[in-house]
């Protein structure tokens, strides 16, 4: 029986396929005009931690890894939305990769049931070749008695293996001098699991939503309670600024108020008797390795992370009537 590996079937075979065939489907029909929007829409995406960015859009497509294929996925339903006038080819596009991603996450499952097997079997009936591409074929008559013999996809695809090797050899090779190359890739194998075991036990003391703490940061301005307005009218008359930073810098003055009003227990008169300095960062490294971005022009897109950060009492310089807070400009406040 032959048993079909999900790295090599899915990730580097049919979803190349894929997407093969729908750029040459697209300059078939419409030329390069719709392959440049393709590609423009693709290197727009946001910024997002372990989310590869294609500047070069789809030049070198059987140079990519399995990751970057995996990648894709996350991103071409997005992409292909309303890409071209033909709303019928449009539609079976989208769904053609809509199916393909359900797939794909089914394939993930860590147990299945025969009716899931039985849905996975209906995959032919869509099929207009009837299966002829060879990996198509092994995929759909190969896998499920493959997973009848050695059970789920995850347990004998070769992923795991391709990764350990990545991280364990390849990478660590790349490191050394290429003088007793042994002995300095184990050390530095040994330095990365023994990072990677610190992280893990740092971050379990943190909650997912909540961020304390900080390592270094970006001032970009410093301003006062008083002199937020005058800011806001500054931002307004700078061309081509994005709105999420305008709307943050309205929602501070607010913000500043209520918290000295509920947690410190001000009165509004004490808050303008004060001079509250106010240090506005552009980015800052947390102590649990989370980077906090509010800026409207990173690499030419704004960049506002959705974190809450609680500032600590313990603060060097932290009093009743003084505080300097590092301020994150988020639209939400």
């Known amino acids: ?6 790295m090599h079937h899915a990730d580097l075979g049919l979803f190349q396929y894929q997407l093969r065939f729908t750029v040459e489907l697209l300059n078939l029909k419409y030329r390069s005009s719709s392959i440049k929007i393709l590609e423009e829409r693709l290197s727009q995406i946001p910024h997002y931690p372990n989310l590869k960015i294609f500047k070069s859009g789809f030049e070198r497509l059987n ?40 797939m794909y996450i089914w394939s993930h499952k860590q147990g299945y049931t025969k009716s899931d097997l039985y849905e996975f079997e209906l995959m032919s009936k869509f099929s207009p ?16 008695p493959s997973i009848y013999q050695f059970g789920t996809v995850s347990e004998f695809t070769s992923e795991t293996y391709e990764l350990l090797h990545k ?33 893990k036990l740092q971050s379990r003391s943190y909650n ?25 009218d500054q931002l307004k008359n700078t061309q081509n600024l994005n709105n999420l930073w305008i709307n943050g810098f309205e929602k ?24 509250i300095k106010i240090n506005v960062c552009e980015f800052a490294y947390l102590n649990n390795n989370v980077i906090v ?41």
């Open 167 to 199: 991280t364990n050899v390849k990478q660590p090779y790349r490191m050394t001098n290429k003088c007793q190359i042994n002995k300095q890739m184990q050390a530095i194998v040994r330095h990365q699991n023994i990072m990677t075991l610190i992280q």
């Open 129 to 144: 070749s009837n299966l002829n591409l060879p990996k198509l074929h092994s995929w759909r008559f190969h896998l499920i």
């Open 252 to 275: 501070l003055k607010s913000c500043i108020y209520d918290y000295f009003q509920d947690i410190e227990e001000w009165s509004i008169q004490d808050i303008e008797n004060e001079t």
């Open 208 to 232: 997912t939503n909540i961020h304390h703490g900080k390592i270094s940061k970006k001032f970009i301005k410093q301003l006062t309670q008083h002199t937020i307005d005058q800011v806001i």
């Open 63 to 102: 140079r990519l890894t399995a990751s970057e294929y995996r990648d894709l996925m996350k991103v071409m339903l997005f992409i292909l939305d309303d890409l071209i006038l033909d709303k019928n080819l449009n539609k079976n596009l989208c769904d053609l990769f809509s199916l393909w991603i359900d």
């Open 1 to 6: 029986m032959y048993v079909p590996d999900r």
């Open 293 to 333: 971005r509010a800026t409207p022009n990173y690499y030419g897109q704004a960049s506002f992370s959705d974190v809450c950060i609680e500032m600590e009492s313990s603060i060097p310089g932290y009093a009743r009537r003084w505080a300097e807070a590092p301020v994150y400009i988020h639209p939400s406040g």
